[in-house]
């Protein structure tokens, strides 16, 4: 993150030259009215050098604006380009976080830090930097013109500076990173209770009065104003007033007023007053911006905290000693595997899949089925004892070449909004349209596909709206033609929304069948998928009860056998 | 007209503080002018030695400023009670509305739009009220003060002041237009962004199984790239203006002191002491304008969430029955020549026509996409039918009252959800009076007694945030509790027990048996145990009805029906 920031010092730095330089420039067409006030009064003005005090003044002026334009599009370019490598980086970054960290941050956050607080940036280093420089200068220079010309006056305008500061103190408290944060949270709640309520929507609209119907959201925003209401209520009145103390025309009446005493006790000539009314009100924006820089300044510092809290997730480093897999083989050896270190959800497991062969793991829901499959992708970790993929111990296979070995599809399956094409390409992005096709055909989604106006072209969730079902049947057609040497399936459940179960067990049969030859461990909820394995092992509470073939588990009368008979109504018969 | 949007977002009440709000800044504007524009007397008798009289009008000089402070107080304070106001009405209002929009309009691209409007851009709209409104007003009122100050000196000098004011508007007015285009593009751009970073970190897991991570993902890279042009468009749409309308400022200023020179040098200048006093005054009648257009970028944001938000509330709800039927007296259900369509040309239900007796059991069968869910949705009215209509007892759904239709009708559907609370609260949602006996019973026919007595708290078990606390069987037991807890004459369930295992989905197969025949229940099944519990089968393809009639008469005749059943049962 720092570092990231220090790309841009060199390109900051010069825009922070480039606005002093300007910010003195700009000065030029008072100084030149002060001039000339100087010369009408003098009665008899030279026309020369009128004219030369006023081409000075539109030089300088120029000259001024002309930096003032560059410095901002240095900084704007220098942020543009830091935006896009920052977020380049992050989503990097988060490529490499193991997940359970990801999922722990959340992708509310993560879109936050990487979209939202990278803009917070953009406040700073387009805008802050050198607005700070900008009104830093020209408040030193106008104070210190003024103080050469007259000290009394110049210090008497001097005091509603502490008095500004004094209220801005407690707007500026007010919008600490503390504060700002309770203020994040509060919006969250409302964002979240919107979520919430659209959801529900349907439900409202089926079971709520009007009274009750959307209770949550309206409680979400009632809190949420009261929030506001009291932490910026108390503000309103100081900021306010901080902002009348140095409104131009409280420090013009300053300045007339006091200078009106001066003159008339022979203090100071009345000459030098319009010099005062002159500059004096200048002063007025550039105050103003310094300390809505200094706020502009916390609020980057809390974008900054969570964007260090984005590239502090630990990275998946890469193996020392990197092993390659070769072939299908994938064993499991006294495999213990728990998430918060207290409550096993796999408790011992020996399994060794065959290369080729069919392995079908069945058992009750929160037995550690997903949480074994998901293991063998790296996806959770760390596990005791030893699993080795190819030959190769898990812990050592790089990234790419584990899931170029290893294929998945998953019970929640994620379409890309993207063509049906890239979503099926996913994993072979340079397959061809034949092998695409026949992949889609496999997987029973290819006619449902065609009868897409635009076919394989269109997008999916805005063109083609698929179902449960249907979005599994594309992942399915996207693991066929990755086709790695070893899958793991996670059947999907009925669960997953109005799956048509009938077309998904045949896409899954189809799939079984194209993958012959690869070793598969199919995590199984309907076990007529299981059936037709080559092992079938029965997960209990994170152990291995039962192993063995269709055949001999139903013989054997075990726990196999009894949830076979409660899917099937009926003693098994025949097959 | 910002006020006039500004108003259409507050209730009655608050809308008539706008006045007051205007009278403050305005008061404030033209006292600050006429305090600024006393200093011309104030300098002129200084000049020419007239102390006393400086004094005289230093005092004034000092009233008008308290005075226009008094008055930007009372503006600001006023000006902060009318956001105050907007964000307490906007929320509620938009919450109002989107109950009665049809349920199709919440595409997960809306959906992720709006929660984004109603939290953040609400919050930018608040600070056109709050901190943009008051330094327009002073732009648009201290300038003119000022030019009419001047020209009681000089006719000449306010003249060309005044003359400046048109430019300024137009590059105002061309940098406001460069930049909304900008800004839409941004707009556009961080939207696209935001949904891939989204999906990239909710697709984690996909993109690394396929080795994407490892590539890089394409579509982000695209979407963040795209959003750093769109930026760096803006930046050379934005900043010209911008310059440009400093250059102007300073060039009015700049023009005016040329002008002051030459009167002088002409020698056509009246008082010396007077033009200089001028020249002070002068210096202030751009520096407003000089404010507004360096607030511009801000209040062209506020304006495009106003513009957002006005969008949503603009978005036509379901039409309501001006005079609403009275309740039908029989609940049998008429799909009469019924089409749909979320979009023109693809059409989701074709000719639907069918009559369902009442209180009998209907299964809905089709592969997914061939509008099951659909037809429950229409009896519900989540969203009109394109042509034909529904009705219930011969009442059309959309005469009658949305409430008392949703009291007809007691649903399980797939999007069914749980609020965060308890799951009594859940359940009791459908009849807030029933009594704990009334719980018990439905408890035990949606077989949350198991649950109940597993679950930590029972009844007083959190849920969590949309019910993601409890598994989707639970959920499901839940939903099927406070539908049935609802007692509703219609009864509709989609595939309302896809999430059980074997042995729960048995018990409420068993249950719809028991209702069977005492209310009309449309049921979307697949599971054959459910179809084969019904009155009637209803097989759709592609939006149209192809089989109607018993299970065992459609088992029989050998058709689709027999042809999804064979596939199920070991095909």
Known sequence: ?575 | MILARLSRLMAAQDARRIPAFLTAAAVAGVLQGLALALVVPVLDALLTGAHTRAILWCAAMLAATLASWAASHAAALAGFELALAVLRNVRRQIGDHLAALPLGWFTPLHTARLSVTISQGVMQLLALPAHQLLPLVRAAVVPPVLVLAIALFDIRLALAAAATFPLLALVYWWGGRLGQAADRAVHHAAEEAGQRVMEYAQAQSVLRAFGVTQRGHAALKDALTDLAHASRRQIWMVLPPLVANSWLVQLGFLGLMALTALMVLGGSAGDAPVLIALLVLVNRVLEPLGDVAAASAGIRMASGELAHVEGILAEPPLPAPSRPAALPARHDIRFEAVRFAYAPGTPVLDDLDVTLAENTTTALVGASGAGKSTVLHLLARFCDVSAGAVRIGGTDVRDLDPAALAGLIAPVFQTTHLFSGTIRDNVLMARPEADAAALAHVARLARLDEMLARLPGGWACEVGEGGHGLSGGERQRVCIARALLKDAPILLLDEPTSALDAENRQALTRLLATLRGRRTIVVVAHQFEWMSAADRVLVLEGGRLVEDGAPAALLARGGRYAALHRAAHGG
């Not at chain 1, 604006?65 to 935006?83: I, K, M, P, Q, S």
């Not at chain 1, 300053?254 to 319009?274: E, Y």
């Open chain 1, 1 to 575: 993150m720092i570092s990231h920031l220090r790309s841009a010092w060199a390109a900051l730095l010069l825009a922070m030259l480039l606005q002093a330089a300007s910010a003195l420039l700009m000065l030029a067409p008072l100084a030149g009215m002060g001039v000339l006030a100087r010369d009408i009064l003098s009665g008899a003005p030279d026309a020369e050098a009128v004219w030369r005090t006023i081409l000075l003044a539109s030089a300088g002026l120029g000259g001024g604006l002309a930096l003032r334009g560059l410095a901002e599009l240095v900084t704007h370019f220098a942020d543009n380009a830091l935006a896009l490598r920052l977020r380049l980086a992050a989503a990097d970054h988060m490529g490499r976080a193991p997940l359970t960290a990801l999922a722990r941050m959340g992708s509310g956050r993560i879109k936050q830090a990487v979209l939202d607080d990278v803009l917070a940036l953009h406040h700073l280093i387009a805008h802050a930097l050198i607005d700070l420089t900008n009104a830093a200068v020209t408040v030193l220079a106008i104070y210190g013109f003024l103080f050469v010309q007259d000290a009394a006056l110049a210090l008497v305008l001097v005091l509603p500076l502490p008095l500004f500061l004094l209220l801005y103190r407690r707007v500026l408290a007010a919008s600490s990173a503390g504060r700002m944060a309770a203020y994040g949270t509060a919006l969250g709640q409302v964002n979240q209770a919107v979520v919430e309520f659209v959801a529900g929507m349907s439900t409202v609209k089926m079971f709520g009065g009007a009274m009750r119907s959307h209770r949550a959201y309206r409680e979400a925003i009632a809190g949420f104003e009261a929030f506001f209401t009291a932490w910026v209520r108390p503000l309103l009145r100081p900021e306010s007033v901080a902002s009348l103390i140095i409104a131009p025309v409280t420090l013009l009446t300053l300045t007339a007023c006091a200078g009106t005493l001066l003159v008339s006790m022979g203090a100071m000539d009345a000459l030098t007053l319009v010099s005062f009314a002159l500059f004096a009100p200048a002063l007025a924006a550039p105050v103003g911006r310094l300390v809505t820089g200094a706020q502009s300044l916390q609020t980057a510092r809390g974008a900054m905290a969570r964007l260090d809290a984005l590239f502090a997730l630990p990275q998946e480093t890469p193996p020392e000693a990197p092993e390659l897999p070769v072939g299908g083989a994938v064993r499991l050896e006294n495999v213990h595997f728990s998430h918060n270190g207290r409550d096993p959800v796999l408790d011992g497991i020996d399994l060794a899949l065959a290369p080729g062969t069919l392995t079908a793991v069945v058992g009750p829901s929160g037995a550690g089925k997903s949480t074994l499959a998901r293991l063998l992708l790296r996806f959770h970790g760390p596990y005791e004892g030893r699993i080795t993929i190819g030959g190769a111990d898990l812990r050592h296979i790089p990234a790419d070449a584990l899931y170029r070995h290893m294929g998945f599809v998953f019970q929640d399956t994620h379409l890309l909004r993207a063509s049906v094409r890239e979503n099926i390409t996913l994993g072979r992005p340079d397959a061809t349209p034949a092998e695409i096709e026949a992949a889609a055909r496999a997987a029973t989604i290819h006619a449902r596909i065609m009868a897409l106006p635009r076919g394989y072209d269109a997008i999916c969730g805005e063109e083609a709206r698929f179902s449960g079902g249907e979005a599994q049947r594309i992942a399915i057609a996207r693991a066929l033609l990755h086709a790695p040497d070893a899958f793991v399936l996670d059947e999907p459940t009925a669960h997953a929304d109005g799956a048509a179960q009938a077309e998904i067990r045949r896409a899954f049969a189809a799939l079984l069948r194209r993958s012959a030859g690869r070793t598969i461990l199919l995590i199984a909820h309907d076990l007529d998928l299981a059936a037709g394995a080559d092992q079938i092992v029965f997960l209990d509470r994170g152990r291995i009860i039962e192993r063995g073939t269709h055949a001999s588990l139903l013989a054997q009368g075990g726990a196999y056998a009894r949830l076979w008979q409660m899917q099937h109504g009926a003693p098994e018969t025949a097959s």
